[in-house]
């Protein structure tokens, strides 16, 4: 038996105007994903537990089968497992975003106008890294460098607990409302302020804003935590799997996990992410003896964040048809049976270019099954609402892969 869980991370909507009261699901031409609802199962799942802000941490720990209130210690040192950074039980890691501050005066009155700052190299955001380590690095405290625009710091035997705001979720609003809140944080609020200063100017953020592009000018700091302790994957079902994304985040739950990682050279957590790449890393998994793979999409969460709902629909058209379709006939001429979940992370609406804890929908097939096809079944959340309901992530999880 194969098992694919296919995640385009933040499709799930709301009605839009502009889409005849669609969503972008909905919406969106998508023939082979609803080819299987039709003869599969759809249905909604709550992947955000009560009380848990919804990040693609918490959303994503659910859907591999990780109960986010029990294992759920902080996003940023998820990220850092990913990219190597060793971490002891006292560290506390925090996620270094680079973003596009706007406005004019003190640090407090700038506006949060790009979360990603144009989605920056990791070639140009490493040089940032370097000099911001030469200005803030000491033997408690190291800059490191992840994807695009996002990055790690490490603060040894740091205190955990600060108030702190995802820059993604106050787009467009003054920074000074954020800052990290509580007592001992300061020091982040002064590496915040003080690399505005050291950043605004830099040459890459001069040749930046000459092409017409985001600049990188300030450090937000959030998703403060400590290092997780996941069970493994295969003592929880017997299988063996991979990870496929091109964000950190990801990678480091599969590490924790005890999952494989596939590097994809072309992978960007961005509409121009090596789709084709995905699904043949996927294929090759197989091949090679996985049970299993997790195929995570960061794209329409990215064009939701960005307010780009073209881009959100055509990134949603494009796992479908370049990536699931690929795998699907890969997996339907391999002979062996398999099963197919997808299923978005979270919904991240256009309308507020924010994550929300709403549920989402899903698609369950199983090729062992033989179901009447049902064309009123499709991947969607109108769809979605007309079929079950998994108050948890992790409990689709154990349905999907034990049948429980």
Known sequence: MKYLIVVPDGAGDENIKALGDKTPLEYAKIPCIDSLAEVGEVGTVKTIPDGIAPGSDAANLSVMGYDPSIYLTGRSPLEAASIGVPMSDTDVAYRANFVTLTG??????????????????????????????????????????????????IVKEGKNGFDMTPPHDILERKAGDYLPKGEGSEFITEMM?????????????????????????????????TKPTLTSFFDNYGIKGTAISAVDLIKGIAIYAGLEVAEVPGATGTLDTDFEGKAEA????????????????????ECSHQGNMQGKIQCIEDIDKRI????????????E??????????????????????????????????????????F????????????????????????E
């Open 282 to 301: 996927a294929i090759e998994a197989f091949e090679n003896g996985q049970d299993f793979v997790y195929l995570h999409v960061e794209g329409p969460d």
């Open 380 to 403: 969607n959340e109108k769809s979605g609402l007309k079929g079950s309901y998994f108050d948890s992530g992790h409990s689709l999880a154990k349905y999907f892969f034990t049948g």
């Open 104 to 153: 004019d005066g003190e640090y407090e009155e700038l506006v949060v106008s790009d979360h990603s700052s144009g989605d920056i190299t990791t070639a140009e955001a490493a040089v940032l890294i370097d000099m911001l380590n030469n200005e803030f690095a000491t033997d408690k405290i190291k800059f490191w460098t992840g994807t695009s625009y996002r990055h790690c710091l």
């Open 324 to 335: 699931l379709t690929r795998v699907l006939d890969y997996l339907r001429k391999s002979g």
């Open 193 to 225: 302020k003080k690399s505005y200063e050291l950043m605004k100017n830099h040459p890459i953020n001069i040749k930046r804003i000459a092409e017409g592009k985001n600049p990188a000018n300030s450090l937000w700091i959030w998703g403060q935590g």
């Open 337 to 378: 049976d398999f099963k197919i979940l997808e299923v978005p992370d979270h919904k991240t609406p256009l309308a507020i270019r924010t994550h929300s804890s709403t549920p989402v929908p899903f698609v369950l097939y199983d090729s062992r099954k033989t179901v009447a096809p049902d064309k009123s079944r499709s």
